[in-house]
C-alpha cells in the first residue's frame, strides 16, 4: 500500500471523526442558554460570567500542568487574544445580559445566525471561497432557524437584541481564530490557553461582581453554574476547535445550524416553555442544509 493509498483510507475516518467532534461541541452548546437562566436564579450577570470564566481557567489549567503543555509561541498570542476575548469572554457576558430580558428561545435567533457569520468571517479570514450551493444551502439553513425561533419568540424585539448581534459578531470572530490556530495546535491547547490568559481578568471582574450582586444558592443555580464552565466553556470549546480544525471552519460552522433547535428541546425539558407544532418540520429542513453544506466542495 503507497503512501497515498493510506491517506485516502485515513481522510474519510478523519473527516468522519471531525463530524462527530463538532456536532457533540453543538450539542453542549445547545445546553448554555438553559443553563445560564438556571445560574440567574443564583447569580446575577457579572457574578455569573465571572465566576464561570474563572471555573472554567482553573480546570484548563490543572490539564495544562498536569500535561507538562508549553506556552504559546508568541505569534499565537494575537489569535488567542481573540478568542479568548470573543468566545471566553465577550459572547457569554452578552448572552448572559441578554437572557435578563429575552428567553432562550429568542436568544437561540444569534445562534441561528452565527453559523453564517462564522463562514463569512472564515471566508475573509483564510481567503478560502466556499461554493455557491455551500453559501446558497447555509442562507437556506439560516433563514429557516431564523424564522423558525422568531415565530416562537412571537416576533418581537427585546432590549436584548443589541447584546445578542454584538455576541454573534464576536463569537463569530473568535471561532474563526480558534479554528485556524487548532491547525497549529491540539484544539484543547487553543481553549486552554484562551481561557488561561482570561484567569486575571475573571478574577478581579469576579471579586468586584460578587461585592455588588447578591446571591442566592439554590440547586438550579449552582447546576447552571458548572454546567456554563465545564460542559459549554471547557469541554464544548475543546471537542469544537477539534471538530474544526478537522473538517473545515466553514463546514463546521453549518452544523451548529441544529443548535437552536436543540436549545428549544432543552428549553422544554428544563425551563417548562412551550415549542411549535413547527419544530418538527424546521428541524428536517435544517438538518436537509445542514447534509448539502456537508458535501458542497469549499
Known sequence: MTAQDSATRTMPIAVGNGTLL?????????????????????????????????????????????LRVPLPERRH???????????????????????????????????????????AF????????????????????????IAFTVQQSGGA?????????GALLVCAAGYTEGGRLAR?????????????????????GSAVALAHEPVRMTAHGVIGLLWVAAGSTFFGLYVWYRGMASIGIAKASQIQLAQPLLTLVWSVGLLGEEISPAAPVAAVAVLVCIAVTQRARS
Open 22 to 66: 463538532a456536532a457533540l461541541g453543538v450539542v453542549a452548546f445547545s445546553l448554555t442558554f438553559p443553563s445560564t437562566a438556571w445560574g440567574l436564579e443564583s447569580f446575577g450577570p457579572w457574578s455569573l460570567v465571572g465566576v464561570r470564566s474563572v471555573l472554567a481557567a482553573l480546570i484548563a489549567g490543572a490539564f495544562l500542568l498536569a
Open 77 to 119: 498570542w494575537g489569535p488567542l487574544a481573540v478568542v479568548a476575548g470573543g468566545v471566553v469572554v465577550g459572547f457569554p457576558l452578552l448572552t448572559t445580559l441578554a437572557l435578563q430580558t429575552s428567553t432562550t428561545s429568542h436568544a437561540a435567533v444569534v445562534v441561528g445566525l452565527l453559523p453564517l457569520t462564522t463562514a
Open 122 to 145: 472564515a471566508a475573509v479570514r483564510t481567503g478560502r471561497r466556499p461554493s455557491r450551493t455551500f453559501w446558497l444551502a447555509a442562507l437556506a439553513g439560516a433563514a429557516v432557524v
Open 157 to 165: 424585539l427585546h432590549t436584548g437584541d443589541l447584546y445578542l448581534f
Open 184 to 204: 497549529q495546535m491540539p484544539g484543547w491547547h487553543v481553549v486552554g490557553w484562551a481561557l488561561v490568559f482570561c484567569l486575571p481578568l475573571a478574577l478581579a
